[in-house]
């Protein structure tokens, strides 16, 4: 029996290539796994009338992590009936925790000595998705509550500690004061205590501006659910974009690890789609499922790829996606 069962949900668009890019990878690097297959996101959708089928409900909670390729999500008026799958998989999995690390990459005009990570409260926020509208006045409902900011500013304490100790609380307290500021002191009580802890508090549009002029300062960022979104893809433009961007969600049981990139439906079934962040969030789910070693040599040979070449069109280079994978696992090999 294989070590690990790991789900992949290869989405919408370029999914279908970055998802089997990353299997080729794991595989090459000789991880001790069992793959599941399944489906969700716009495609199935329009097929099925559903965005995310029971099966794929089985397969996620019968694995130990779910890998997922890239999600369409519609823009303006949604068809009925359709909610988008990665959003829908936070909310039934409780996945609370977005974890976004930026690091620097050797890959042209990414800044020097950029290591942090941000982490999102993934369930609240503006987020949940309350919206009416009467006449011509829209409104968005913001939920904060006390247990789930609790839940996050745990979870972000637990990983300064484990990285080098420093933890930046992000928010806008000073003009909303009620939910910003309910979040804000429930993460700093969690904070009170922690031997070797550096805590400090940041309004979120100074912290984009810092992030841009000096973002070393950084080392672990908490914050609600749209200011992560914002921020983290800010985050992944210091060190070359979103083609090297991977997250994780987290929960209590599952974990579901994504690339940030959209579905690319202007390039979708090119095979030229960059496959680095897909091969990333790999890494990170191997580092939560305690595969360590593993891990640190997929890292590694990215690394290698992306200093070296062949790159991706999107990072200067002219190589496609088979290309780019086989390079890596070469450098495996």
């Known amino acids: 029996m294989a070590k690990y069962r790991i789900c992949l949900i290869e989405g919408d668009g370029i999914g279908h290539e970055v998802i089997p890019a990353a299997r080729r ?46 999600a369409t999500s519609p823009s303006g008026e949604k068809p009925d009936g359709f909610f988008g799958a990665i ?17 620097t990459r050797p890959v042209p005009g990414a800044y020097e000595n950029v290591d942090l990570v941000i982490v999102r409260e993934n369930t609240q926020g503006l987020y949940v998705e309350q919206e009416r509208r009467y006449g011509d006045t829209a409104i968005a409902d913001t939920v904060i509550t006390k247990d789930a900011s609790e839940r996050i500013g745990r979870f972000a304490v637990d990983l300064a500690l484990k990285r080098r100790g420093k933890l930046t609380v992000v928010h806008k307290a000073n003009v909303l004061p009620v939910t910003q500021g309910l979040f804000m002191d429930t993460v ?45 893809d800010l985050a992944a433009g210091l060190v070359g974009g979103l083609g090297i961007a991977a ?17 690319a439906p202007d390039i979708a079934g090119q095979g030229i789609s960059n496959p680095t962040a897909t091969i990333l969030a790999a890494v990170l789910m191997l580092d939560h499922l305690g595969a360590h070693d593993t891990a640190r040599r997929i890292d590694d040979a990215v690394n290698t790829v992306l200093a070296e070449g062949p790159r991706t069109r999107d990072l200067g280079g002219t190589a496609g996606t088979k290309e780019f994978t086989d390079a890596v696992i070469a450098r495996l090999k």
């Open 188 to 232: 700093l009580a969690q904070t009170q205590g922690q031997e070797g802890l550096n805590t400090g508090t940041m309004i979120v549009d100074n912290a984009a501006m810092q992030l841009v002029r000096n973002p070393g300062q950084f080392d672990v960022m908490v914050m609600t659910n749209m200011f992560g979104d914002i921020l983290s």
């Open 87 to 103: 959003r829908h998989l936070r909310k039934k999995y409780n996945l609370y925790a977005n974890v976004r690390p930026t690091r």
């Open 247 to 263: 997250s994780g969600n987290i929960g209590d049981k599952f974990g579901i690890f994504e690339s940030v990139h959209g579905s």
């Open 25 to 70: 990878v794991l595989e090459a690097a000789g991880l001790d796994a069992e793959y599941v297959t399944a489906e969700a996101g716009y495609e199935y959708f329009l097929d099925h009338g559903t965005s995310v089928p029971p099966q794929t409900y089985g397969a996620v909670e019968s694995t130990d992590a779910t890998l997922f390729g890239a």
